[in-house]
């Protein structure tokens, strides 16, 4: 378990299906997180997507976000490349009551710390919609940089959207966020 300030990254439990399964299902939260089309799934389609992740550990880093005790939300390092040392990130905070305040991107940095300090890779890259300002903002605050644009790249609710690639380098992590590699104590 990672621990920060404001969330801490922790394993799937099996109790946690059910509330992942619920926010993996809100359309709304699905078109700004997703390039792919929302199709509707079940609980235990959603179960055993995970599930398959966690047997895959050298391609996938799973965690749930957890504040104050409630799961909040999910994120993850996929795409490990143990040659270049590179991986991507992904978050969702599934929780809408919980956008804005600052949880999402203390997430990313923890995530960030588990990449550089813990995983030692040399640089974590994003997709995102480019019309995504919350997230963009969020990440920024975190020190991604844009890095690409592939303009009306993805057709999403109604209209085709830029597709913009951000990365963060491990000399700018440190840079970015002094003291950051402390932020999260990874006990527990
Ligand atoms: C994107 C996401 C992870 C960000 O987490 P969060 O906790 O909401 O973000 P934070 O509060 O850390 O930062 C959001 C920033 O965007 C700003 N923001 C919100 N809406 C904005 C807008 N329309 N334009 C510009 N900035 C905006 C906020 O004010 C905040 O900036 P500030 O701290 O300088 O005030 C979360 O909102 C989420 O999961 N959203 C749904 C799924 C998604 O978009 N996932 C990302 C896929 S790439």
Same mark, same amino acid.
Request: one cysteine or more; a negative charge; hydrophobic letters at 40%.
């Given at each position: 378990?990672?621990?920060?300030?404001?969330?801490?990254?922790?394993?799937?439990?099996?109790?946690?299906?059910?509330?992942?399964?619920?926010?993996?299902?809100?359309?709304?939260?699905?078109?700004?997180?997703?390039?792919?089309?929302?199709?509707?799934?079940?609980?235990?389609?959603?179960?055993?997507?995970?599930?398959?992740?966690?047997?895959?550990?050298?391609?996938?880093?799973?965690?749930?976000?957890?504040?104050?005790?409630? %799961?909040?939300?999910?994120?993850?390092?996929?795409? %490990?490349?143990?040659?270049?040392?590179?991986?991507?990130?992904?978050?969702?905070?599934?929780?809408?009551?919980?956008?804005?305040?600052?949880?999402?991107?203390?997430?990313?940095?923890?995530? %960030?710390?588990?990449?550089?300090?813990?995983?030692?890779?040399?640089?974590?890259?994003?997709?995102?919609?480019?019309?995504?300002?919350?997230?963009?903002?969020?990440?920024?605050?975190?020190?991604?940089?844009?890095?690409?644009?592939?303009?009306?790249?993805?057709?999403?609710?109604?209209?085709?959207?830029?597709?913009?690639?951000?990365?963060?380098?491990?000399?700018?992590?440190?840079?970015?966020?002094?003291?950051?590699?402390?932020?999260?104590?990874?006990?527990?």
């Amino acid at each position: 378990m990672l621990k920060g300030d404001k969330v801490v990254l922790r394993a799937v439990e099996s109790g946690d299906f059910p509330r992942l399964h619920e926010m993996s299902s809100d359309v709304g939260v699905h078109l700004l997180a997703d390039d792919e089309p929302f199709i509707p799934h079940s609980l235990e389609q959603r179960e055993a997507e995970i599930k398959d992740w966690l047997k895959k550990p050298e391609q996938v880093v799973f965690f749930v976000i957890e504040a104050d005790g409630r %799961l909040i939300g999910d994120c993850a390092l996929h795409h %490990l490349d143990s040659t270049s040392r590179t991986c991507a990130l992904g978050i969702m905070i599934g929780d809408r009551a919980y956008w804005d305040k600052g949880y999402g991107s203390a997430a990313v940095r923890i995530l %960030l710390d588990y990449a550089f300090r813990l995983r030692n890779f040399h640089k974590v890259w994003l997709t995102v919609r480019g019309d995504n300002e919350r997230a963009v903002r969020a990440y920024t605050k975190c020190g991604f940089v844009e890095e690409g644009r592939m303009r009306q790249q993805v057709w999403i609710d109604g209209a085709y959207r830029d597709w913009v690639y951000m990365g963060i380098l491990r000399e700018q992590w440190s840079a970015a966020a002094p003291g950051g590699e402390s932020s999260a104590d990874g006990g527990g």
